[in-house]
């Protein structure tokens, strides 16, 4: 950050343009790991900002805006782009020139945008971006022609190939003044004749029409085709989640022995004590079962990025939008669903995208129903501990399970989709529009500092609300500690095991023993914490001083297994996620809808693991 | 609205047949959706092309216009007429 009294002000150059356009891919090549995420004041968009160094020594500060097709906001993270253009966000520094960045395989769309940009009168750079998918489409433009019509500098860039970098930034360096340009004032603009305007400026620059979409259209054939589709959807759907389980096991293993090395270290280094359990199984047992997670997140959210950046996200919204409809919703809430299956928070930041209220709401409401990655740790141990692993066709039968798990949770979503919109978000269905982009690859960049952001913010969590909960669960099943001569085991005496109890009657009749119960309470920090929680309330359960036992093992010779299959279908609900609950609060501006979503998604748990466990019994399970 | 016995709505349309846009019915719109209609695109002597109908039902479709495809659905796409 620069000193109050340094003479140079770093200048602010914002990245707009329509959806798409290969704005972030522009922002990754420009900025490198060089960026910081994070959020605006008062709303959960992602505010995405960098160092961008100018050819002249100056460095300016990078900002990536929404993707958006005009300055009339259709949706809150459109409305963004529009406030931070005409410096109305608090905190925010008005901008000093905008890069405007056009596909050049879609011109005639995009220039519309650049036009109602030009009349702002701030300092503008078209970056022509994409231009060798134009080449190879056969489509010839005359940028420099373009750049004399508009009056404006045009750059040709590939940003994936980091191609035309210095000259966008030469092009900057020149319109960036020593004193900020005034604000912009905001004017209705003409769409239609901005519209019109754009086809013959594109007509006018276009040296050969070619064939764009040839190739997206050929892929289109087999992924929109009414039968092979849907199929292909699934077959997608269905190897990511195998993926998830298979992939991860190797390094799983990896991180779980050094935990475990790391406890055997601390066990020789330190005397038998409360530091060491505070340290063995309190932290290391607690984060460790937790960490022990980041190859599965990693390779879930792997699937969901590359996904997104194909192209193929809106085409699974396009064939599902049939299925959301009869629901209520329309295929747009499907990228957010599908989002949620990572974490929900993310996925709730996505329904921003969504122009109508009543579905936006609707869509956050049913988010948690989609088994977020926080889930996973909970279904992998009992899965682990109560599903043979056995091979059912050609598939694992812990898979399976795990996959029915997913559906179930995606049909209560459903369910419940169907039944908020006819009672608490009851009103008109909003029309859809969505733009269905061309296919690319899926660029090694972008998608590895994608990754790089979700590793991060997961290990934040890991090492904050995960590490300090644990700790807090330590201390409450450790103290206070049983009297001299107490034959029970040393948790029944603590505080935790206090609440436990007290809880349990609770419980009792949906087969949730008190270790659950135990468990289920610092498991509203977040989801994955049941997992240490169960870890650390197992580990110190143990009156028979063996640790060795893996939680797994602990698991299968504590629980029948209906309770096993009722804890399972408890998850599938679970509301006990304190971000989420924060985050609906954030996005809703009202405590009203956090209180309800955890309200109906308890009563769910509740029923789900009630008719489970009733039924497995029955079975004689 | 500009109805006339010639024009036919685009839902009309066979997958693969290339028309041009003759009126658009803004008045069947809220102006926000009619704006954005037109963002992608949408207007009056514009070419457009059903590429692909949604699998159960056929609704919603994914149309051409100009270099954008748009996935829009039926009740939506009967407001938009083409030339014969």
Redo the contacts between chains.
């Keep these: 950050m620069n000193a109050p009294v340094s003479i140079t002000r770093q200048p602010v150059v914002a990245l707009v343009g329509n959806p798409n356009a290969g704005k972030t891919s522009l922002f990754n090549a420009l900025t490198g790991s060089r960026q910081k995420v994070g959020n605006y004041p008062g709303v959960t968009v992602e505010r995405k900002a960098g160092r961008l160094a100018l050819p002249d020594g100056r460095s300016a500060e990078l900002i990536d805006l929404p993707g958006t097709?005009?300055l009339?906001p259709?949706s809150p993270d459109e409305a963004v782009t529009r406030d931070a253009i005409f410096g109305r966000i608090v905190g925010e520094r008005p901008l000093d020139a905008i890069v405007a960045v056009v596909d050049a395989?879609?011109?005639?769309?995009h220039l519309?945008?650049v036009l109602e940009l030009k009349a702002l009168g701030l300092p503008l750079v078209v970056a022509l971006n994409m231009i060798d998918l134009a080449t190879r489409d056969g489509i010839g433009i005359d940028s420099a022609r373009l750049g004399a019509l508009l009056d404006l500098p045009v750059v040709e860039t590939v940003a994936v190939r980091r191609l035309g970098l210095e000259a966008l930034g030469a092009a900057l360096a020149a319109r960036i003044g020593d004193t900020p340009p005034a604000l912009p004032q905001e004017r209705p603009s003409d769409?239609?004749a901005l519209?019109?305007q754009a086809?013959t400026l594109s007509a006018s620059v276009q040296t050969s029409t070619g064939s764009?979409?040839a190739w997206?259209?050929r892929i289109?054939a087999v992924v929109?085709h009414?039968?092979a589709?849907?199929l292909l959807l699934a077959a997608v759907l269905f190897f990511m989640f195998q993926a998830v389980f298979s992939w991860a096991e190797a390094p799983m293993g990896w991180i779980e022995a050094g935990v475990a090395a790391l406890q055997a270290k601390l066990s020789t280094a330190l005397p038998e004590g409360w530091l060491l359990s505070l340290l063995n199984d309190g932290v290391l047992a607690g984060v460790g079962a937790v960490v022990v997670f980041l190859p599965q997140i990693l390779i879930l959210f792997l699937f969901i990025i590359t996904l997104e950046q194909t192209g193929y996200m809106?085409r699974a919204?396009?064939?599902m939008?049939?299925?959301m409809?009869r629901v209520g919703l329309n295929?747009r809430a499907f990228i957010p669903l599908l989002s949620s299956f990572a974490c929900a928070v993310p996925g709730i930041m996505a329904t921003r995208t969504i122009?109508s209220p009543r579905d936006r709401l609707t869509t956050i409401l049913i988010a948690p129903l989609m088994t977020c990655s926080a889930r996973l740790p909970v279904y992998a141990v009992v899965i682990g501990a109560f599903i043979p692993a056995r091979d059912v066709g050609p598939f694992g039968l812990q898979g399976l399970v795990l996959f029915a798990l997913y559906l179930a949770g995606i049909l209560g979503a459903l369910v419940a989709a169907f039944a908020l919109r006819r009672t608490v978000t009851k009103g008109a269905a909003p029309?859809?529009?969505?733009?269905?982009?061309k296919y690319q690859w899926p660029a090694l960049r972008d998608v590895g500092l994608g990754l790089y952001g979700r590793a991060t913010a997961f290990l934040q969590r890991a090492g904050t609300i995960i590490l300090a909960s644990t700790v807090v669960l330590w201390a409450m099943a450790s103290w206070p500690q049983p009297p001299v001569g107490g034959t029970k085991p040393p948790i029944e005496y603590s505080l935790a095991g206090k609440i436990g109890a007290a809880l349990e009657p609770i419980f009792a009749p949906i087969g949730f023993n008190k270790e659950i119960v135990i468990a289920l309470v610092p498991g509203m920090a977040a989801r994955e914490v049941a997992v240490s929680a169960l870890g650390t309330v197992y580990a110190l359960n143990d009156v028979s001083e063996d640790n060795a036992g893996s939680l797994i093992e602990r698991l299968r010779s504590a629980w029948p297994l209906p309770t096993a299959l009722a804890f399972l279908a408890w998850f599938v609900f679970a509301p006990q996620c304190i971000s989420t609950l924060a985050i609906t609060r954030r996005e809703t501006a009202s405590w009203r809808w956090p209180i309800f979503m955890f309200s109906y998604l308890f009563a769910a748990a509740y029923v789900a693991a009630g008719i489970t466990y009733h039924l497995a019994v029955a079975a004689g399970l | 609205m500009t109805t006339s016995a010639l024009h036919r709505p685009i839902d009309a349309l066979a997958v693969g047949e290339v028309a041009l846009i003759a009126a658009i019915d803004r008045a069947g719109l809220d102006p926000g959706t009619a704006q954005r209609l037109c963002e992608l695109g949408f207007d009056e002597g514009v070419d457009v092309e059903i590429l692909h109908r949604a699998p159960f039902g056929g609704d919603p479709l994914a149309v051409r216009v100009g270099n954008m495809v748009v996935a829009l659905r039926r009740d939506m796409a009967r407001l938009i007429e083409v030339e014969p």
């Design positions: 097709y005009s009339s259709r395989t879609n011109l005639r769309n519309r945008f769409v239609r519209q019109k086809r764009a979409r997206s259209q289109d929109l009414p039968l589709g849907p809106t919204a396009f064939l939008d049939r299925l409809a295929g122009d029309p859809f529009l969505m733009e269905m982009p």
